[in-house]
Nanobody, 115 residues
Framework: QVQLVESGGGLVQAGGSLRLACAAS????????MGWYRQAPGKEREFVAT???????NYADSVKGRFTISRDNANKMVYLQMNSLKPEDTGVYYC?????????WGRGTQVTVSS
C-alpha cells in the first residue's frame, strides 16, 4: 500500500501562487506516474497534471501555462507549483500514484482562491 501525504494548500487571493507537495512512502516511486487531481464543491474530481517516471508532463487545458508539476525521486516527492491562481482553481487537490495495477490517492489538501 502506497501512502501519499499532501501539504501546501491554503487561502490565497486571485493572481497569487501556492506550491503543493506530496510525500510518497514507497520504494517504487521512481518508476511511477504521479499526478494531481482536484475536486471543487459539487463537482466531479478532475485531472490537473501528471508526470511520468521519465518526467514527461501533461496538463489540463485549464491550467496550462500557470501550473508546473515536478518530481524529486531521491526524496519521493512530487510538487505542483500554481501561479496566477483563479477562483475557479478552488478545490481539494489530491495526489495520485500509478504503477501497473496500483492506483493510490492521498487525502487531499484544500486550496481556496478568493476573488
Amino acid at each position: 500500500q502506497v501512502q501519499l501525504v499532501e501539504s501546501g494548500g491554503g487561502l490565497v487571493q486571485a493572481g497569487g501562487s501556492l506550491r503543493l507537495a506530496c510525500a510518497a512512502s514507497t520504494n517504487i516511486f521512481s518508476i511511477s506516474t504521479m499526478g494531481w487531481y482536484r475536486q471543487a464543491p459539487g463537482k466531479e474530481r478532475e485531472f490537473v497534471a501528471t508526470i511520468t517516471s521519465r518526467s514527461i508532463t501533461n496538463y489540463a487545458d485549464s491550467v496550462k501555462g500557470r501550473f508546473t508539476i515536478s518530481r524529486d525521486n531521491a526524496n519521493k516527492m512530487v510538487y505542483l507549483q500554481m501561479n496566477s491562481l483563479k477562483p475557479e482553481d478552488t478545490g481539494v487537490y489530491y495526489c495520485n500514484f500509478r504503477m501497473d495495477w496500483r492506483n493510490c490517492w492521498g487525502r487531499g489538501t484544500q486550496v481556496t482562491v478568493s476573488s
